[in-house]
């Protein structure tokens, strides 16, 4: 499958997150080949550290059970947003970039490794990563 497309939308609205002043990640979230919710990063302009692109596009779906869903997310989640996305069962998560090692105290914690664990959650890396990793930085 060419995840390209739903990819390109994802790093929209990351493009959106950096030019508001927050992290530059996106999120949407694709049931049945359509787009029914969109996220970015707005820990920063919010004051939520919970507000993450992921998180964000998944509050704005009534149903618990996401199994069937695919989350588009341009950037790797953090172990908060990966805890997220099992609670919610997202069948199929994919990443744009990638968290460089060094990074951040949890950048060995990648989504592969934490789907491994839950056993329950597939993980398809690497669509746009060059241009994920673009918009990743706060816009100052």
Same mark, same amino acid.
């Given at each position: 499958m060419d995840h390209t497309t739903f990819m390109r939308e994802a790093l929209a609205e990351?493009?959106? !997150?950096?030019e508001r002043g927050d992290?530059?990640?996106? /999120?949407?979230?694709?049931?049945?080949? !359509?787009?029914? =919710?969109?996220?970015?990063?707005? !820990?920063?302009?919010?004051?939520?550290?919970? /507000?993450? !692109? #992921?998180?964000? =596009?998944?509050r704005q779906v009534p149903r618990l059970d996401l199994s069937a869903a695919t989350l588009y997310t341009s950037f790797d989640p953090c172990p908060m947003c990966f805890g997220a996305l099992l609670v919610r069962r997202v069948g199929t998560v994919v990443i744009g970039a990638r968290r460089p090692r060094g990074t951040s105290t949890?950048?060995?914690?990648?989504? #592969? /490794?934490? =789907? #491994?664990?839950?056993?329950?959650?597939?993980?398809?890396?690497g669509p746009l990563a060059a241009e994920c990793l673009k918009v990743r930085a706060p816009a100052r």
């Open positions: 990351a493009v959106r !997150a950096a992290v530059g990640v996106g /999120a949407v979230v694709v049931l049945d080949g !359509a787009i029914v =919710a969109r996220g970015g990063n707005r !820990a920063n302009t919010t004051g939520d550290p919970f /507000a993450h !692109a #992921e998180t964000d =596009a998944m949890y950048a060995g914690l990648n989504a #592969e /490794a934490m =789907a #491994e664990l839950a056993g329950r959650t597939d993980v398809v890396p």
